[in-house]
T-cell receptor, first 115, second 114 residues
Framework: GAVVSQHPSRVICKSGTSVKIECRSL??????MFWYRQFPKQSLMLMAT?????????EQGVEKDKFLINHASLTLSTLTVTSAHPEDSSFYIC???????????FGQGTRLTVV | AQTVTQSQPEMSVQEAETVTLSCTYD???????LFWYKQPPSRQMILVIR??????QNATENRFSVNFQKAAKSFSLKISDSQLGDAAMYFC???????????FGTGTRLQVTL
């Protein structure tokens, strides 16, 4: 199957700083990528849908100025958590869709801890 | 809005036995796709099985099969000959096509005992 690589897998940052998470489709071109957030023992909550070359579409309640998403190429999308606070600590997962396909392939996830 | 409901927060099955995980969904669309994803302790999401709504035949993948009841909007997952490696969170999910986001259920934690 298609491979999606997410980096880093774990990151600890200080409160007030920014952190960038990368999501790469390694062996296919992904016109659409999705970013999810998952709290402990809960389901995945969609944060935004990212289309290559255009602005991301954010879900209701997600602060677009805090969670900056860039999808500059067909194989890379990035999520930047700006001015991070402890409440931003969570597990972030990206997924990518093959062009024209319905199946989404997931990255390994990133555990963000803000101290 | 589309919703996906998993009414079983936790299930337990003995090794080699069969277990069925329930999922219901609500949609007004006629063409859509349903999925079961597995999330083991590593938290990597793994696709277990998918079903296209226009197909009447239930999908099967080795020990995994679904019971898709379109009229009832039900999409249960049956795991046969359960193995210890099947222990994980299982999420039912739905989308409506190539550009559509996935909507996930709340998940069922499956324990497999000896």
């Amino acid at each position: 199957g298609a491979v999606v690589s997410q980096h880093p897998s774990r990151v600890i940052c200080k409160s007030g700083t920014s952190v960038k998470i990368e999501c790469r489709s390694l062996d296919f071109q992904a016109t659409t990528m999705f970013w999810y957030r998952q709290f402990p023992k809960q389901s995945l909550m969609l944060m935004a849908t990212s289309n290559e070359g255009s602005k991301a579409t954010y879900e209701q309640g997600v602060e677009k100025d805090k969670f900056l998403i860039n999808h500059a190429s067909l194989t890379l999308s990035t999520l930047t958590v700006t001015s991070a606070h402890p409440e931003d600590s969570s597990f972030y997962i990206c997924s990518a869709r093959l062009g024209g396909g319905t199946e989404a392939f997931f990255g390994q996830g990133t555990r963000l801890t803000v101290v | 809005a589309q919703t996906v409901t998993q009414s079983q927060p936790e299930m337990s099955v003995q090794e080699a036995e069969t277990v069925t995980l329930s999922c219901t969904y609500d949609t007004s669309e006629s063409d859509y796709y349903l999925f079961w994803y597995k999330q083991p302790p590593s938290r990597q999401m793994i696709l277990v099985i998918r079903q296209e709504a226009y197909k009447q035949q239930n999908a099967t993948e080795n020990r995994f099969s679904v019971n898709f009841q379109k009229a009832a909007k039900s999409f249960s997952l049956k795991i046969s000959d359960s193995q210890l490696g099947d222990a994980a969170m299982y999420f039912c999910a739905y989308n409506t096509g190539t550009a559509s986001k996935l909507t996930f259920g709340t998940g069922t934690r499956l324990q497999v005992t000896l």
